[in-house]
């Protein structure tokens, strides 16, 4: 009997909502509530209590170099600006490394792209294949040679192409174009990464107005000042 008990389903007991005349708090805390709300209250207690202990255990000749870098203002700790962290030199090296990692993808990019374009080219140039007509004697063969000119013997194109083969090849196309697309981001992301490098070289240089540029464009344009070289 106990064990057809436990087959059937348990009751549900429901917990009550908030009374109608509390309902101006809100809803009724559950247990389950309860120890969330523990928890994080304990967590924040033992925290405190750590930095306490270690405040109140400090060497007072206790020192860190990074106590010269930074300040306090108010009681809270200012560390010092890294907005100047590098130097100008060190700033170049980093952007040329940048630039000869975009320069990597986009060659690796390119032979990607020939080499798709060749696979797919070799796919629409195969030569189609031609109709044989068999005969079973010479006067048959005669009479398909003239019903049949060599300008009128129909060439079978395959039209009907398995699925799966045309499924693949729209993808290659798709691809392709997608390759494709990569590639001119690349190179313009390369080409923007250049000029910045080129403007942060010494040298006097200023950006051309559009009545000064020859052929339009929405690039900015920019004119260094001759030097003499030695």
């Given at each position: 009997m106990s064990s057809l008990r436990n087959a059937l389903p348990s009751r549900a007991h429901k917990e009550r909502s908030q009374p109608s005349a509390r309902k101006k708090f809100g809803l009724l805390e559950k247990h389950k509530d309860y120890v969330q709300r523990?928890?994080?209250?304990?967590?924040k207690e033992d925290t405190l209590r750590k930095l306490r202990e270690k405040a109140a255990n400090r060497n007072e000749d206790e020192f860190y170099f990074k106590m010269v870098r930074t300040k306090t203002v108010d009681g809270?700790?200012?560390p010092e600006s890294e907005a100047n962290k590098y130097t100008?030199?060190?700033?170049?090296l980093?952007?040329?490394q940048d630039m000869g990692y975009i320069l990597q993808k986009v060659q690796s990019e390119r032979k990607k792209i020939e080499r798709l374009t060749?696979?797919?080219?070799s796919i629409d140039n195969q030569p189609a294949n031609k109709h044989v007509f068999f005969a079973e004697d010479r006067e048959e063969a005669k009479e398909l040679q003239s019903r049949y000119s060599k300008s009128e013997i129909p060439l079978t194109i395959d039209i009907n192409i398995p699925a799966h083969?045309?499924?693949?090849?729209?993808?290659?196309y798709k691809e392709l174009e997608a390759r494709?697309?990569?590639?001119?981001q690349l190179e313009k992301i390369y080409m923007d990464?250049?000029?910045?490098?080129?403007l942060q070289k010494n040298g006097r240089k200023r950006k051309l107005t559009e009545d000064e540029i020859v052929c339009p464009t929405s690039e900015p344009v920019y004119k260094w000042r001759a030097e003499r070289k030695r």
């Open positions: 523990a928890k994080a209250f304990h967590k809270v700790h200012r100008q030199e060190e700033l170049m980093m952007k040329t060749a696979s797919l080219h083969i045309k499924r693949k090849t729209d993808q290659s494709k697309d990569r590639l001119r990464m250049a000029m910045k490098k080129e």
